[in-house]
């Protein structure tokens, strides 16, 4: 057999969304509007099997994720498969459910680190924000990873009704003992999207928050690292999707779905492979859905011909089809794109406060969600 | 004598930091939390002292032992140093 074009660069890291189910109901939860039934998701042995063939592939982190990803009973023993295939763990959780004998138990079983969601520093805020009672789990759970000796990262999404609260969200990370807080600004797709109304900041609140973070970090010479996602709806500039479309990590839903982003399974004319079907290295070499946008022949101008195409791969391919239709062209959060337009609109109209969240509800599809 | 600033600590990997081989690359890994970093050319070597047993003026005889003519005393303490602020080290 004879082929042309060498084989990728080796994956880095693997998303592992375990499972949907999650008793928080987030407006703007990353997982798709069309949440996969726990009675479709991977047993253990597929996913023992996708550890093993992503650590043969070359992936040396994984993130188990959801949904959260602590409903699924056999978390154990997905740890050490990962831990067997040499791949280091980091549980991403609402610390619901994260009692002092489960972590034990993850933490035998080779759990190397955790990532703790929190809404709001607030706790009624955090609560109502994830749509249920959880800020004194949260609370619980960062203490007992502490106590535990594993590296504690808090993780929060950023919008309208929190960005006000940045310095308080950081001393909250700080007194939590985190080794690092994620500040990630609200990205628009899915059920992001579909709230946008309600969670668009205003130019002034990211300002704001943009200022109080640099000030803790010059603060901060030792503290917990502070990393800040930026918005692109607000700066003019395309962020770097994933590191490079195909390029550095991918995704395993559910129910075995293999992407190259979680928001992925949007885009039409992917053909999305399973890992039910097929091996993951020929998913990765070969399939449509990594080949399709992998480095840069895909694009069109401006892309094509600006010199920043290597930097920031165009930007984000959901963003672009949910804005223009096109997965192929510019993100429209960069300025040179032709439709940019569009998001300058919307960022400098703000939210609407009248707008109401819909969130998801386990088991159903957008059309059934509820309106809180 | 007192040691240079910088040389008077004993690195050890940080508690969180996972050391492996990378079959696959064929490279040295130390491993983080959303981190990889890459040992490359004698960094590995280097890493390999660092168990809390030798302070970094030991680190440095063994390596000017191991690599004659190889500028160690003047790279392998900021090295270290490096190591140590962006927390792989401690
Ligand atoms: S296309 Fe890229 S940036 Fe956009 S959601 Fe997917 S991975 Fe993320
Ligand atoms: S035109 Fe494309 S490559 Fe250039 S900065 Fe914008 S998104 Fe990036």
């Given at each position: 057999?004879?082929?042309?074009?060498?084989?990728?660069?080796?994956?880095?890291?693997l998303l592992a969304e375990l499972t949907?189910?999650?008793?928080?109901?987030?407006?703007?939860?990353?997982?798709?509007?069309?949440?996969?039934?726990?009675?479709?998701?991977?047993?253990?042995?597929?996913w023992?099997?996708v550890m093993?063939?992503?650590?043969?592939?070359?992936?040396?982190h994984t993130h188990l994720s959801g949904g959260e990803p602590l409903l699924r009973?056999d978390l154990e023993r997905i740890v050490?498969a990962a831990e067997?295939?040499?791949i280091y763990t980091q549980l991403v959780t609402?610390?619901?459910?994260?009692?002092?004998?489960?972590?034990?138990?993850l933490?035998?079983a080779g759990l190397r680190s955790v990532q703790?969601?929190?809404?709001?520093?607030?706790?009624?805020?955090?609560?109502?924000?994830?749509?249920?009672?959880?800020?004194?789990?949260?609370?619980?759970?960062?203490?007992?990873?502490?106590?535990?000796?594993?590296?504690?990262?808090?993780?929060?999404?950023?919008?309208?009704?929190?960005?006000?609260?940045?310095?308080?969200?950081?001393?909250?990370?700080?007194?939590?003992?985190?080794?690092?807080?994620?500040?990630?600004?609200?990205?628009?797709?899915?059920?992001?999207?579909?709230?946008?109304?309600?969670?668009?900041?205003?130019?002034?609140?990211?300002?704001?928050?943009?200022?109080?973070?640099?000030?803790?970090?010059?603060?901060?010479?030792?503290?917990?690292?502070?990393?800040?996602?930026?918005?692109?709806?607000?700066?003019?500039?395309?962020?770097?999707?994933?590191?490079?479309?195909?390029?550095?990590?991918?995704?395993v839903?559910?129910?075995?779905?293999?992407?190259?982003?979680?928001?992925?399974?949007?885009?039409?004319?992917?053909?999305?492979?399973?890992?039910?079907?097929?091996?993951?290295?020929?998913?990765?070499?070969?399939?449509?859905?990594?080949?399709?946008?992998?480095?840069?022949?895909?694009?069109?101008?401006?892309?094509?011909?600006?010199?920043?195409?290597?930097?920031?791969?165009?930007?984000?391919?959901?963003?672009?089809?949910?804005?223009?239709?096109?997965?192929?062209?510019?993100?429209?959060?960069?300025?040179?794109?032709?439709?940019?337009?569009?998001?300058?609109?919307?960022?400098?109209?703000?939210?609407?406060?009248?707008?109401?969240?819909?969130?998801?509800?386990?088991?159903?599809?957008?059309?059934?969600?509820?309106?809180? | 004598?007192?040691?240079?600033?910088?040389?008077?600590?004993?690195?050890?990997?940080?508690?969180?930091?996972?050391?492996?081989?990378?079959?696959?690359?064929?490279?040295?890994?130390?491993?983080?939390?959303?981190?990889?970093?890459?040992?490359?050319?004698?960094?590995?070597?280097?890493?390999?002292?660092?168990?809390?047993?030798?302070?970094?003026?030991?680190?440095?005889?063994?390596?000017?032992?191991?690599?004659?003519?190889?500028?160690?005393?003047?790279?392998?303490?900021?090295?270290?140093?490096?190591?140590?602020?962006?927390?792989?080290?401690?």
């Amino acid at each position: 057999m004879t082929s042309a074009t060498p084989s990728p660069a080796r994956p880095w890291a693997l998303l592992a969304e375990l499972t949907h189910a999650c008793p928080l109901h987030c407006g703007y939860c990353s997982n798709p509007l069309e949440l996969t039934r726990r009675s479709r998701e991977l047993t253990t042995e597929q996913w023992t099997d996708v550890m093993r063939q992503a650590g043969e592939l070359g992936v040396v982190h994984t993130h188990l994720s959801g949904g959260e990803p602590l409903l699924r009973r056999d978390l154990e023993r997905i740890v050490t498969a990962a831990e067997a295939a040499g791949i280091y763990t980091q549980l991403v959780t609402s610390g619901v459910g994260l009692d002092q004998a489960r972590l034990d138990a993850l933490a035998s079983a080779g759990l190397r680190s955790v990532q703790l969601s929190v809404q709001h520093a607030d706790p009624r805020a955090s609560d109502r924000i994830g749509g249920h009672r959880s800020f004194a789990e949260k609370e619980r759970a960062a203490q007992l990873v502490r106590a535990a000796g594993l590296p504690l990262g808090l993780n929060v999404v950023l919008h309208r009704e929190n960005l006000d609260a940045v310095d308080d969200l950081i001393e909250l990370g700080i007194s939590w003992g985190a080794d690092r807080i994620e500040l990630a600004n609200v990205q628009f797709y899915g059920w992001g999207l579909l709230n946008r109304a309600a969670l668009l900041p205003t130019r002034a609140q990211i300002a704001g928050a943009r200022d109080a973070v640099e000030r803790w970090r010059d603060r901060l010479a030792t503290g917990p690292e502070l990393v800040w996602v930026v918005p692109d709806y607000f700066d003019g500039v395309a962020k770097p999707c994933m590191g490079g479309w195909g390029a550095v990590s991918l995704t395993v839903t559910p129910d075995g779905t293999v992407l190259p982003c979680p928001a992925a399974a949007a885009l039409p004319d992917l053909d999305p492979p399973n890992i039910r079907d097929h091996p993951l290295h020929w998913i990765w070499d070969h399939s449509k859905a990594f080949t399709r946008y992998r480095g840069t022949d895909w694009m069109a101008d401006p892309c094509r011909s600006c010199s920043r195409r290597d930097e920031d791969f165009g930007g984000c391919r959901c963003q672009a089809y949910a804005l223009t239709g096109d997965a192929g062209r510019t993100d429209p959060a960069c300025r040179l794109s032709p439709e940019h337009g569009v998001i300058r609109a919307l960022a400098d109209e703000g939210a609407d406060a009248t707008a109401p969240v819909r969130r998801r509800v386990p088991g159903r599809s957008e059309g059934a969600a509820a309106r809180v | 004598m007192t040691a240079a600033p910088g040389t008077d600590w004993r690195p050890a990997l940080a508690p969180a930091v996972v050391r492996r081989h990378d079959p696959v690359r064929d490279a040295d890994l130390l491993l983080l939390p959303e981190r990889v970093g890459v040992l490359t050319g004698s960094a590995a070597a280097v890493v390999g002292l660092c168990d809390g047993t030798r302070g970094v003026d030991d680190i440095v005889d063994d390596l000017a032992e191991r690599f004659p003519g190889a500028p160690v005393a003047t790279d392998v303490p900021p090295f270290l140093e490096r190591l140590r602020k962006e927390g792989w080290l401690r």
